[in-house]
């Protein structure tokens, strides 16, 4: 951060040019990296904003056609300009790739796709150099087939790694132990020959399940956190949380009518998802996290609010960051739904974390986007949940808009839960898709064939056609993710919801003891008239004064009273009284 001083400055105005510098310094604590100066009032995470990349499709360094760590560690000055603070990296351990990497083969290594350890421990280092962190995703569930703990355990009922896994037998020949489905499809059980058990699979059945009410497994688990800690990591994104348990009895599932995509009966997940104990696993994974002041994000599927607030912890001793993909699922351009999903995660009682999309959902580019305004509509949502109170995730590509190519045919699917539900479920492969850099050939990706293709867009939806263009959405991240790094009221002031009966407009206040900020987003197709009544908050005489706006003209003229907003448009402002 650079200050420019006049040369002819007096005393007070001097101190007071210091005390603000103090006040800008202060509010923006997660550009630092020094972990025990960001603990000292906050945590740091707290004022972090993270970013997903999905190791596959960011930066192909040796030219393979699949992405690896020496490529994203050419990318760090973009991802540090861009106003990135810590890196969520999907899983790049060794894999047989069956779920692409969510199939670990060893929890302590990198899989040679990727790099290798040294890689890893450079790209550490060059991210500590830029003040960017780096946070895993750990698969805690299962591992792969093929990791050598699940080899062991299927070799004989006898074998020392027999009990880290699910073992059952059968209803009866042929029938598995219960009804469980898959949430790849079919049976959540496979029938091993070799023992004459069934093993267990919550997901595909390469993916059999770790038996965590094995003390020796949880211990295991909370030992690989502690060896990446050690290497500098930053915390975990925790993958499928909710399923680490299974009802010791196997009760089986309650079915509901219909069936899913993949042709089976939906069923109640009630006896294999968010079982109690699931919260003392994820209280001792917090104990090894607080000793590196790093931070744990949850895969945290909950059907109401009231199922996220227990991943915070009845003392705040469990999750950080539980992800609240009600949020993410609102799915329309709604100022009501979002006000609702936003007053309900804040009367959670934890701090807020904000998706609109990751490499499990289709990107917000499509879902939201109008055919017509679909940039616009991408700024828009950036001015939501990058305003909002509390810790914004992006996922790759999000501050392009880059957009969802999904597959055309089946034969040409890579995703094995497309490769099962199609053409109902077509699988994820079209939010995955390679980053788009440049206007070259693969967008800039790699010089080879990439693994999944780049779809059309990138032609004009890149980095570097987009640095160019002060209008594009690229730039309005850049501008808004300043804004938040050096606004105190946008790390650390209360949400004041505005007008909350306008079906058009979402605004709201956001502010600290000195400062006030006004957000005001048009959701409509149409230009909209929004009253700001701010007496009651202390604005008998409100200005406002523009911080960052896409308007073709004013919002207001200086003295607030209504702001005039332009179709799906943005304004922020300070306020002020006259």
Partial sequence: MRFSVPKLISKTSFLALLAACCLLLMAAPSRAQDA???????????????????????????????????????????????GVDAIWISPCFPSPQKDFGYDVSDYENIDPMYGTLDDFDHLVAAGKARHVRVVLDFVLNHSSDQHRWFLDS?????????????????????????????????????????????????????????????????KAMYDVSRWWYERGVAGFRLDAVNALYEDPGLHDNPV???????????????????????????????????????VLIGETWTDDIGGLKKYYGEHDNELQLPMDFLFTMVNKLSPDEFRKQIATVEGAGGWPVFVISNHDIQRSYNRY???QHNDQIAKLLAALYLTLRGTPILYYGEELGMENNDPKTKEEVQDPYGKTGWPLQKGRDGERTPMQWTTAPNAGFSSAKPWLPVPPSYKTHNVESELKDPNSILNFYRKLLSLRHTEAALLDGDYLPLNEDDSNVISYLRRTKDETILVAINMSAKTCKASISLALLGFPHPKAIPLLTDQSSPASGGSLKEIVLDPFSVYIARITNE
């Fill in 36 to 82: 025990s100066a960001d603990h000292a009032d906050r945590a740091w995470w707290k004022h972090a904003v993270f970013y997903e990349i999905y190791p596959r499709s960011f930066a192909d360094s040796n030219n393979d056609g699949i992405g690896d760590l020496n490529g994203i560690a050419s990318k760090l000055d973009y991802l540090h300009d861009l």
């Fill in 256 to 294: 509901l009518p219909g069936k899913n995509e993949f042709g089976d009966p939906n069923e109640e997940n009630k006896y294999n998802s968010d079982l109690p104990e699931v919260h003392e696993a994820l209280r001792g994974l917090r104990k090894v996290a607080d000793q590196y002041d790093s």
């Fill in 154 to 218: 299927k070799s004989s009922r006898t074998s020392a790694y027999r009990d880290w896994y699910v073992w059952r037998d059968g209803k009866a020949p042929g029938v598995p132990p219960n009804n469980w489905i898959s949430d790849f499809g079919g049976s959540a059980w496979t029938f091993d020959a070799t023992t004459g058990q069934y093993y267990y699979h919550f997901f595909e059945v390469q993916q059999p399940d770790l038996n965590w009410r094995n003390p020796a497994v949880v």
């Fill in 369 to 371: 986007g109008d055919g």
